[in-house]
């Protein structure tokens, strides 16, 4: 049985309970600093729960899972006891943006407020910062592919020279996107490590430094898992020394961490090993071999493994391809080429540093390519599968349950480990999530958002609709989202379950707004980038954004500017998934419902992470339009929208032009 609140944080010091009060009373430190404040009930329990399993991880393992609603304020519930009494502690986010955000603003101001004498470091991918090795080699070879490449290196250039972090988020001018980043950063596989004539200079090895000497450290999701299994960016040497570490938006580890659990390879890490082959057996060794020749073969057997499949896009697993399909060929002759490099290699790997990285890269990749295609499909425990892009296929092992290894890793010294989020649980049960990721749900709490849902907002599901999976599901979707639009004057976010729906509805958009003269400015995912789809939306004012996947989460858009949220239909993942269809089998073979114990759970925690975009402060008012008639037919729609803030709720249209034409006049 889960504890209840009084019992998560029973066992907390005396002293510690009044200090946390204090800290967070009318008058406290934070209150005086900053404008604003005013305390929240669950704020302050949470930073209690979270206070009293920082105590009991000093002697013995201790987990806390706090499900905080919107506008609880768990950033400041966290990292007050942790800067207090958390001893070394590692702070986990879910994007490299809220990393910043935690490291830039949210700790210093916290810091300030308590006068703490913590030190505070951020440490990033190696794919973040300069490798002065690389940028030297790409400035005097001359050849990039246009001249926005040769403007962006000499920017970068420039950079290197004054910059102390290296990082490239630093840099405004050069997009975080730009090819030329690929040119002067390193990867695992490429750094010359402890050989490179830069060694004492370089930007990681200075983070890594920094990292082991703070007493706070932030890295994001994909860092630590990466770490955790590759010992490549320092967050492996640093966790023996943590006594607290923080999972925030802890609802992305289940997926972040199969990612990193199992093994991938991609053609686009061949033609990179094709071109450094070329480049440093130029460099180093030019008489030995036809340098040139051996890295266009081997970037064309790469190409050629793309080449296998005639469709742009897809993703099916390994067992589902026929004996005589062209990829068990491109394949082989793939090995191959590896296997004739691994021997030119090791007769001149001695006379270059850069040339002895190239022949491990080289054994590394021809024994991940032979155990995808022998050893790893005889595996249970595993799916095997296949992500073909426009231009690249990956080659995925991923495990089927993560809850084991996770475990595995947890258990070496006693610490704290908190997991937050403000989607966690299914009407406050955590089974679901513990089970993916083998925790105990017993110390977990739900604290409800403070925002008044029933009169700020309004749940509607219109009547009418066909299925999801009707024919005419579009069409009468579109008759339904119209009025809603016009009457919300905009201001609104069209999330789609699929990039095709964004595309329908994109396309409608435009359709309606020359016929109808709508001022509402248009805004599709894939248009610009993310930050800059947002930037604009937040500035019109009365724009209509239509996304998909990544507009679902981690976006923060306050005030009027946002007024209603349309859901195309529930966000079950689509079951032709290759990992999820093996991770439904599996359940079915153990006697469980797929549905009901991963797809429904699954479900409402990504619905719930939408809904989350509606309502971002007190002030906030709107309507979120749910356009999915199971909702209301099916019977496990009731504990759907359950599990949903406390919206009040209707089917009938005239009452959310209501709700806009009132919003108009408070």
């Not at 899972?65 to 966290?78: H, P, Q």
């Not at 200079?201 to 990292?211: K, N, Q």
């Not at 057997?301 to 296998?308: G, I, P, S």
């Not at 999976?469 to 069209?494: K, N, Q, Y």
């Amino acid at each position: 049985m889960p504890l209840n609140e009084s019992e998560l944080a029973s066992g907390l010091d005396a002293q510690h309970t009044a200090q946390l009060e204090h800290l967070f009373a009318t008058d406290g430190p934070l209150a005086r600093k900053l404008a604003g404040y005013r305390p929240r009930a669950a704020q302050l329990t949470m930073a209690r729960a979270v206070a009293a399993t920082i105590e009991i991880g000093a002697h013995s393992d201790s987990t806390l899972l706090v499900e905080a609603g919107t506008g609880t304020g768990k950033t400041f519930a966290y990292l007050i006891p942790a800067i207090l009494w958390g001893g070394k502690v590692i702070i986990s986010t879910g994007t490299k943006h809220l990393q910043d955000q935690l490291f830039a603003r949210d700790i210093p101001m916290v810091r300030d407020a308590l006068t703490a004498p913590v030190s505070v470091a951020m440490l990033k991918g190696r794919a973040n910062y300069i490798c002065h090795h690389y940028l030297q080699r790409t400035a005097s070879s001359g050849r990039l592919p246009s001249p926005q490449d040769a403007a962006q290196l000499r920017d970068i250039i420039r950079f290197a020279k004054i910059t102390q972090s290296g990082d490239k988020a630093e840099l405004a001018t050069v997009p975080e996107a730009a090819p030329v980043w690929g040119l002067v950063t390193s990867t695992r596989e490429n750094c010359l490590g402890q050989e490179c004539s830069h060694y004492k200079e370089c930007f990681v090895m200075r983070a890594r430094r920094e990292a082991q000497q703070a007493d706070m450290v932030v890295v994001n999701h994909h860092l630590f898992f990466a770490d955790i299994m590759l010992r490549d960016s320092g967050v492996a040497e640093l966790l023996p020394s943590a006594n607290t570490v923080i999972f925030d938006e802890a609802h992305q580890l289940p997926a972040t961490a199969t990612l990193f659990f199992g093994d991938a390879i991609s053609t686009s890490q061949f033609l990179e090993l094709a071109r450094d082959i070329t480049a440093e057996g130029l460099q180093s060794a030019r008489d030995a071999a036809d340098w040139v020749d051996l890295g266009a073969m081997l970037g064309q057997a790469a190409r050629d493994v793309r080449l296998a499949f005639e469709t742009q896009s897809a993703k099916f697993p390994l067992a589902q391809l026929t004996s005589d399909h062209p990829l068990h060929e491109a394949l082989a002759d793939l090995t191959a080429q590896l296997a004739t490099l691994m021997v030119t290699l090791a007769a001149q790997a001695e006379r270059a540093e850069p040339l002895l990285a190239c022949l491990r890269r080289t054994r590394e990749l021809h024994d991940a390519l032979e155990y995808f295609q022998t050893t790893a499909p005889a595996q249970t425990d595993q799916v095997c599968w296949i992500e073909v892009f426009s231009h690249t296929v990956q080659l995925h092992i991923t495990p089927l349950s993560i809850a084991a290894i996770f475990e595995k890793q947890r258990a070496d010294t006693p610490r704290a480990w908190i997991f937050t989020s403000a989607t966690l649980s299914v009407k406050g049960n955590f089974k679901h999530y513990a089970a993916q990721m083998g925790l105990d749900a017993d110390r977990s709490m739900s604290l409800p958002s403070p925002f008044d849902y029933a009169q700020q907002a309004l749940l509607y599901v219109p009547q009418g609709l066909p299925q999801p999976a009707s024919p005419h599901f579009i069409d009468a979707l579109w008759e339904a989202v119209l009025p809603v639009l016009e009457a919300a004057g905009g201001r609104a976010f069209v999330l789609c379950t699929t990039l095709r729906a964004v595309n329908q509805i994109a396309q409608r958009l435009r359709a309606v707004s020359q016929t109808r003269t709508w001022n509402f400015p248009l805004l599709v995912q894939g248009e610009a980038s993310r930050g800059e789809l947002l930037e604009r939306f937040q500035q019109a004012g009365n724009a209509i954004l239509v996304g998909s996947q990544s507009f679902w989460e981690g976006v923060d858009v306050r005030g009027g500017a946002l007024s209603v949220v349309i859901i195309d239909k529930l966000p079950f993942a689509p079951p032709d998934d290759p990992v999820l269809a093996a991770r439904l089998a599996l359940l079915e073979k153990q006697g469980l419902s797929p549905f009901v114990d991963y797809q429904l759970p699954q479900a409402v925690i990504a619905l719930k992470q939408g809904a989350g975009r509606l309502i971002r402060a007190e002030t906030d008012r709107g309507v979120l339009m749910i356009c999915d008639s199971r909702l209301i037919d099916k019977p496990y729609g009731r504990r759907i929208w359950q599990s949903l803030p406390a919206f009040k709720r209707t089917r009938d249209l005239s009452e959310v032009q209501a709700f806009f034409d009132e919003a108009q006049h408070v």
